[in-house]
């Protein structure tokens, strides 16, 4: 099978193979992928890949739907049928995974970061993270939102979930998790204002219903949230840039209000303000992932057409360099994604 493999660090240790169809092992099922969506820990993965215990050769991708080749007659799972896989084969065992969050789990073990993963033809996975989808839904789209949607899900409603009549500040809107973030929130009855340093971002944003964009590089971000909140400030920042938009993120929430970091690709160490969050009883929590039960969620309300994914561009499998150039200057806005088919 065609598959892109992980040989070395660096944009050309990432190459094109034909190697051979996973086994699956008991309790494993085996998928036939029909299109994965890019996100950026499939650049750490090719660039860096430190402290993630694997080794190379290894199939990348953390993202992956399609159908089912093969499974246990017991697995619940049969032949043709379409599924969208959990990243993460949980233990199932810990006392994180007995509460029903996998995330957390301590023996996670990630496709495309841990073990082979989906930018391939076939893949292999524990039945358990095998998660059906209704017969309708587009491959495609399915293989976009069990990374940025599940991800933007657990954020939002996770811990301190966002109300309707709620205001949310999404930074940085164009990424897969941002671009989620603002449809989710939009779709739960909250009012959105977005970031970016693009006007196009901002006009696109706008078009999925957010009510209010500021363009970080020429407008001041916290100055211009007051002024849309009356100089309150909103109920909920969703930040996953890091050190560069910290500052103002904390800056632009309500006293009381609820800061949420799922990423830092600008930076891991910003200003703490410790006084502003202590006085303004502000809380901050981190989130990554989500559990089964959010993604059994997310795909109902999915499948019911409730939102559509945006995927920005489309790409052949053997086309993934081009993917992954476009993801690295940060060009897209919504989800690229590999079809294998
Ligand atoms: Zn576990």
Redesign the pocket.
């Known amino acids: 099978m065609k598959a892109a493999v992980i040989e070395a660090r660096g944009r050309a240790g990432l190459v094109l193979r034909d190697i051979p169809v996973p086994v699956r092992q008991p309790g494993e099922v085996l998928v036939r992928v029909h299109a994965g969506g890019l996100n950026r820990v499939d650049l750490y993965m090719r660039d860096n890949g430190v402290g993630i215990t694997h080794t190379l050769p290894q199939t990348a991708g953390v993202e992956a739907a399609g159908v089912i080749a093969e499974a246990d007659a017991d697995s619940g799972l049969v032949a043709g049928q379409k599924v969208a896989i959990f990243a993460n084969a949980?233990?199932?065992?810990?006392r994180?995974?007995l509460a029903g969050d996998q995330p957390l789990?301590?023996?996670a073990h990630i496709m495309g970061e841990h073990r082979d993963g989906g930018f391939a033809e076939y893949v292999a996975m524990p039945a358990r993270c095998a998660l059906p989808l209704p017969d309708h839904v587009d491959l495609v789209e399915a293989g976009v939102v069990l990374t940025a949607h599940a991800t933007a899900w657990r954020m939002l409603f996770g811990k301190r979930a966002l109300r309707p009549g709620e205001t949310a500040l999404v930074v940085g809107v164009g990424g897969g998790v941002a671009v989620a973030c603002l449809q989710l929130a939009v779709q739960a009855g909250a009012r959105v204002l977005v970031t970016s340093s693009s006007d196009d971002k901002l006009a696109r944003a706008k078009a999925l219903g957010a009510s209010g964009g500021i363009n970080y590089r020429s407008e001041k971000v916290a100055k211009r949230v007051l002024e849309m909140t009356n100089g309150e400030g909103v109920d909920m920042v969703l930040d996953s840039s890091g050190a560069a938009s910290w500052d103002d993120s904390l800056r632009s929430l309500r006293r009381g209000g609820r800061l949420v970091t799922c990423g830092a690709t600008t930076g891991s160490n910003p200003g703490a303000d410790l006084q502003r969050i202590f006085i303004r009883q502000l809380e901050v929590y981190g989130s990554t992932g989500a559990s089964i039960e959010e993604c059994r969620q997310l795909i109902a309300l999915f499948g019911r057409g409730a939102f559509k994914p945006v995927i920005d561009q489309r790409f052949a499998l053997e086309d993934f360099a081009a993917a992954y150039d476009r993801l690295e200057r940060g060009d897209q806005f919504g989800k690229l994604v590999l079809t294998m088919t």
Request: proline share 0%; hydrophobic share 20%; glycine share 10%.
């Open positions: 949980f233990c199932g065992k810990c994180y995974c789990c301590v023996r």
